[in-house]
C-alpha cells in the first residue's frame, strides 16, 4: 500500500516494467521502521487500558465498601459489625431497631401519645358556588343543561316556569327535583347537590361527600338562559393562574402592585398573577427553611399547611406583606395554627419519654411509635437480640469481593507473553477476517502486565495489610476463621463460618475493631502525611482503613505535595482527569506519535525518489529506443 496516493501516472512504456508494483515492494520494506513503530504505540496503548482496567476495578471496590452514600455495602460504620435485631409483640403499635450501641434484652413499650404536627387548616371552603346571573326569561322549555358530579354526566331538561306564581322558585323546585332523580338520592337529606335562590340568581352547591360540580351546554342550550357560563365549576384548579383564580375564591384575593408576596417560618415568597397555584404551593413545599407542606383537598375544599417538624412549639409563623394570599384561602396569617401540634409520649422500662418526633434513640434503640395505646392496654414488649448472621454477610461480601481483585491480579501478573503475536500492520489486518483479527489481538494483549512492579506492590501491600496485626486488637483475621488455605491461593481467603460466627458471638467489640478502628493519632488520610504519620496510622487502623489508603495511593485524582496523583494514574490516567493526557504512558504514545509521523514524512519523499528515479529510467528508455528505431530503419535503408 502507498504511503500517499499519488497522481495519475503512466509507468513502463518504454522499459516494460510494473513500476508501482516495483515501488509498492521496495516501499513494503522502507515500512518496516514504522510498522515496528506502530506496533509499539499499540502495545504502550495496550497496556494503558490494561492499567486502567485495574484503576477502575479497585475504584468500584472501594466505592462499594467504602462509599458512606451506599449504606446496603458501607462497611465504615460501627452498625455494620455489632448488628441486632429486634422483635416487636406489635408491630403496629412501636418497632424498634438496634444501633451499634444497643445492648441485648428486652424492653417494654407503652405509646401514650403520638407526635403530631402544627396545622392551619382554611376556615371555610375556599371556591364559590356555580351561581349566575339575573334570570330574565323563564320559558326554558326544549332546552336542556349538562351537570356533571364527580365524573357523573347526566343532561338535565328545563320546562316553561315563566306562568308561575314565582318562576324562580319554580324553577328551584323543578331542577332541584330532577338532580335528586338523576344522581339518586331523592332523599333530601341525603342529596348531593343543592339548588337555591340567591337574590334572584340561581345558586348550585354540593353537600353529602359529593364534590366536583361542573355545568356545560346541553344538547339544547338553556345553560345561557340561567345566566350561568359553560364550563362553570365550584371547585377551583390548582392549575388555574393566581389572576383567574382571584374570580373563583369565595374569598377577595387582592394584590398588591399585581403581586402577592409572604414570609412562613422566616422564608420570604412572592408570586404574580400569571403563576399558577400549583406553583405557589410547590414552591412553598420545597423550601426547607419554610419547613412546611400546603395542600390544596377538593373534596373538602380546603387550604391545609402542616408543619414538616412535628411536636409541641411554634411551627408555623406566616406573615403577609403584600396582597392577601392566606386571607383569600381562609387562613389567619396573625394565628394560623387550628391543629396544634403535640409531643410523642412513651413510657420505656417504667420511665416516661417525651420526644418531638415519632422516631427516636434511647439507650441505643431505635423506637418508631405508630399507634396510641388504650389507657387499659399494658403496652409491648422489645426483644433485641445480636444479629450474627448480618455481621457474616458483610464480611463474607467484602471477602468474595477482595478475592475477585486478587483473581484480576494474579491472571494479569502471570500470563504469559507470546512475542510470536505482535499487532497486525494495516495490511496484515486486510488480509484476515473480523474474527480472526479479534482472536490475534486477544492472544497478542496476554501477559502485558506479566510481573510488573507496580501491579505486584498493590497485591503485595493488601495482602500484608490483612496479615499484620492491629495495634491494641487482640485478634487476627486467621484467628477469627478467615485464612488463606496455601501458596498455590495466592492471597485468596477463604472463611470458616463455624469459627467467625463463634467470634462475632463472643467477641463482637474485637471483631468490629479488628475491621475498622480508627488510628487516635492520625485519624485521617491525606496525601500529605509523612513517613511517620503513614507508619502510625498504618499500625494503629483496621484492615479496611489499610485497604482504603492503599487503593487511594493508587487511583486518588488527588495531588500530594509533590504534584503527583494515584500511582496508576500517573502511570497510565483515567478518563475524565488531566491524566488521560499527562500520564507516563499517555506521553509515550504521544512520543510514538510523533515519530510515526517524522517517519511518514521521509516514507512519502522516499517513494516521491523512487517514482522521479523510475520516471528517468522510462525517459531514458525512450530515447535508447528512438535512436534503436532510427539505427533500424537506417540500416534497412542501406
Known amino acids: 500500500m502507498a504511503i500517499i496516493n499519488p497522481n495519475f501516472r503512466v509507468s513502463g512504456l518504454a522499459s516494460g516494467m510494473d513500476t508501482d508494483e516495483l515501488v509498492r515492494q521496495l516501499m513494503t520494506a522502507e515500512r518496516v521502521p514504522l510498522n515496528k513503530l506502530q506496533q509499539k504505540r499499540q502495545l504502550a496503548e495496550w497496556r494503558q487500558d490494561a492499567y486502567r482496567e485495574f484503576t477502575n476495578a479497585l475504584r468500584s471496590f472501594k466505592d462499594k465498601f467504602f462509599d458512606v452514600t451506599k449504606k446496603t455495602n458501607y462497611l465504615l460504620s460501627d452498625n ?53 346571573t339575573d334570570i330574565t326569561e323563564y320559558n326554558l322549555e326544549g332546552k336542556s343543561i349538562q351537570v356533571t358530579l364527580d365524573g357523573v354526566t347526566r343532561e338535565i331538561a328545563l320546562s316553561d316556569y315563566s306562568t308561575a306564581e314565582s318562576p324562580i322558585d319554580a ?43 361542573t355545568l356545560m351546554t346541553g344538547t339544547e342550550d338553556g345553560l345561557a338562559s340561567l345566566g350561568i357560563s359553560s364550563g362553570a365549576t365550584n371547585r377551583i384548579s390548582t392549575d388555574s393562574k393566581l389572576g383567574d383564580l382571584a374570580s373563583q375564591l369565595s374569598g377577595n384575593l387582592a394584590f398588591d402592585g399585581g403581586k402577592v408576596s409572604f414570609s412562613i417560618n422566616g422564608e420570604t415568597f412572592t408570586f404574580s398573577g400569571d403563576d399558577t397555584l400549583q406553583k405557589v404551593m410547590d414552591t412553598i413545599n420545597n423550601s426547607t427553611k ?21 411536636g409541641a412549639g411554634d411551627n408555623i409563623s406566616i406573615t403577609e406583606t403584600a396582597g392577601n394570599f392566606f386571607a383569600a384561602i381562609g387562613i389567619n396569617a396573625a394565628n394560623p395554627v387550628t ?38 392496654q399494658t403496652g409491648e414488649t422489645i426483644t433485641v437480640e445480636q444479629n450474627v448472621d448480618a455481621v457474616y454477610d458483610a464480611i463474607s461480601t467484602f471477602v468474595d469481593e477482595y478475592n475477585k481483585l486478587v483473581d484480576l491480579f494474579n491472571t494479569e501478573l502471570n500470563e504469559k507473553y507470546d512475542k510470536d ?15 480472526e483479527v479479534e482472536k490475534w489481538e486477544k492472544r497478542a494483549k496476554n501477559g502485558l502486565l506479566r510481573n510488573d512492579s507496580i501491579l505486584q506492590k498493590i497485591q503485595s501491600d493488601m495482602r500484608m495489610a490483612l496479615i499484620n496485626s492491629v495495634e491494641s486488637v487482640g485478634i487476627s483475621l486467621s484467628s477469627i ?27 463482637p467489640d474485637e471483631v468490629k475493631n479488628l475491621f475498622k478502628q480508627q488510628s487516635e493519632d492520625v485519624p485521617s488520610y491525606t496525601r500529605n502525611l509523612t513517613s511517620d504519620e503513614r507508619s502510625t496510622r498504618y499500625k494503629q487502623q483496621g484492615l479496611l482503613y489499610r485497604i482504603s489508603d492503599i487503593i487511594e495511593d493508587n487511583i ?40 510515526i509521523a517524522e517517519l511518514l514524512e521521509k516514507l512519502v519523499i522516499k517513494e516521491e ?30
Open 481 to 507: 476463621g478467615i485464612s488463606s488455605k496455601s501458596y498455590e491461593d495466592k492471597g485468596k481467603l477463604y472463611i470458616d463460618e463455624t469459627k467467625l460466627k463463634e467470634a462475632i458471638r463472643q467477641k
Open 80 to 132: 455494620t459489625f455489632k448488628a441486632f435485631s429486634t422483635v416487636s409483640t406489635a408491630d403496629a403499635y412501636v418497632t424498634a431497631r438496634g444501633t451499634a450501641q444497643a445492648m441485648t434484652g428486652s424492653h417494654t413499650v407503652k405509646v401514650m401519645q403520638l407526635a403530631t404536627a402544627d396545622k392551619a387548616v382554611s376556615g371555610t371552603s375556599v371556591s364559590k358556588p356555580v351561581t349566575g
Open 421 to 435: 503475536y505482535q499487532p497486525l500492520t494495516d495490511e496484515q489486518k486486510e488480509a484476515l477476517s473480523e474474527d
Open 171 to 213: 324553577l328551584v323546585g323543578d331542577l332541584q327535583s330532577k338532580l335528586d332523580v338523576a344522581f339518586g338520592n331523592t332523599n333530601p337529606a341525603e342529596r348531593k347537590i343543592v339548588v337555591t335562590n340567591s337574590g334572584n340568581q340561581l345558586q348550585l352547591a354540593t353537600q353529602n361527600g359529593a364534590t366536583e360540580l
Open 339 to 376: 391543629e396544634q401540634g403535640v409531643d410523642a409520649i412513651a413510657v420505656i422500662d417504667n420511665v416516661t419519654v417525651t420526644r418531638s418526633t415519632n422516631t427516636f434513640t434511647v439507650n441505643g434503640l431505635e423506637y418508631t411509635l405508630k399507634k396510641q395505646h388504650k389507657a387499659e
Open 556 to 595: 486518588t485524582t488527588l495531588r500530594d505535595k509533590d504534584g503527583r496523583k494515584g500511582v496508576l494514574l500517573e502511570k497510565a490516567g483515567i478518563e475524565g482527569d488531566l491524566s488521560e493526557f499527562n500520564s507516563s504512558l499517555a506521553k509515550e504514545v504521544d512520543d510514538y506519535n510523533d515519530r
Open 609 to 638: 525518489n523512487y517514482y522521479t528515479q523510475f520516471s528517468r529510467l522510462e525517459t531514458y528508455m525512450s530515447r535508447m529506443n528512438s535512436q534503436m528505431d532510427w539505427l533500424t530503419s537506417q540500416l534497412s535503408a542501406m
Open 290 to 310: 419554610a419547613n412546611v407542606t400546603l395542600r390544596y383537598d377538593e373534596t373538602t375544599d380546603k387550604f391545609t399547611m402542616t408543619a414538616k417538624q412535628t
